[in-house]
């Protein structure tokens, strides 16, 4: 019933002015970094009434900070569909495993792809997955850098994506001057400070961190690699068990 009344709400005139209206708060993009960065890696499914209650903040802001950082399948759907408009920057970078191409990994692409005229994707190395403490077989390198070659030829991005392996943590993001934003997810921001601080150390301009919004499944936990190789969700976030 929460749910539904939250969906109507966002479909009602009256959520842009509320959007308005809570954006204007001193505090809202502090309390923002504060739910992306502390609770929402803890609790991904926390509800708007909760965060109210926890952070002390009224329900109207809960819910505009909870649906800037989160989409719903159907959500990822409408917005992966919209048409690319001129990016502001030239290169854009981001990295993972793409084990299993899920609706996760479309967010993330979309916000590449509309935040650079070329995007450079950083794929894990098998050797450097095997660190990584997955929870399942990571698919080796060439099948997941096909899979992921397929999804962006289908949705018409593969021309502006260059694919180079991710041997570590960082990649070609500190040593490229020429990349001027860093895409991430929430639970991945804090690998983004640490790129920029050895950029600066070594002279570089720091990236702009672009922040894509946590992706979660119908049964309200984020979709990824290990819950589709667990059986617990399929790749476009439909629950299986």
């Known amino acids: 019933m929460k749910k539904l009344l939250e969906k109507e709400l966002k479909s009602s005139p009256l959520w842009g002015i509320l959007v308005e209206t809570v954006k204007r708060i001193p ?16 609790k991904p499914d926390i509800a708007a009434e909760e965060l109210s209650r926890l952070m002390s903040i009224p329900l109207g802001e809960a819910l505009v900070i909870l649906d800037e950082l989160r989409r719903t399948p159907r959500e990822v759907e409408e917005e992966v569909s919209k048409p690319i408009r001129e990016p502001s920057h030239e290169l854009a970078a981001l990295g993972g495993t793409f084990s299993k191409i899920h609706y996760g990994h479309l967010m993330l692409l979309s916000v590449g792809v509309r935040s650079g005229r070329k995007l450079i994707i950083g794929v894990t190395t098998d050797e450097f997955a095997k660190t990584l403490g997955k929870e399942y077989r990571v698919p080796p390198f060439k099948e997941r850098v096909r899979g992921l070659r397929s999804a962006l030829a289908e949705r018409g991005w593969l021309e502006r994506c260059r694919i180079v392996p991710l041997d570590d943590p960082y990649g070609v993001t500190v040593d490229d001057p020429e990349i001027e934003v860093l895409v991430t997810s929430p639970f991945t921001h804090f690998r983004g400070v640490e790129i920029n601080r050895i950029r600066v150390k070594r002279g570089m301009k720091p990236l702009e961190i672009v922040v894509c919004p946590l992706v979660l499944a119908w049964d309200g936990k984020p979709i990824s690699s290990t819950r589709i190789f667990r059986g617990e969700v399929d790749e476009r976030g439909n629950v299986v068990r």
Request: hydrophobic share 40%; aromatic share 6%; charged share 45%.
């Open 27 to 42: 505090n809202f993009e502090a309390h923002k970094i504060e739910v992306r960065d502390e609770i929402l890696p803890e």
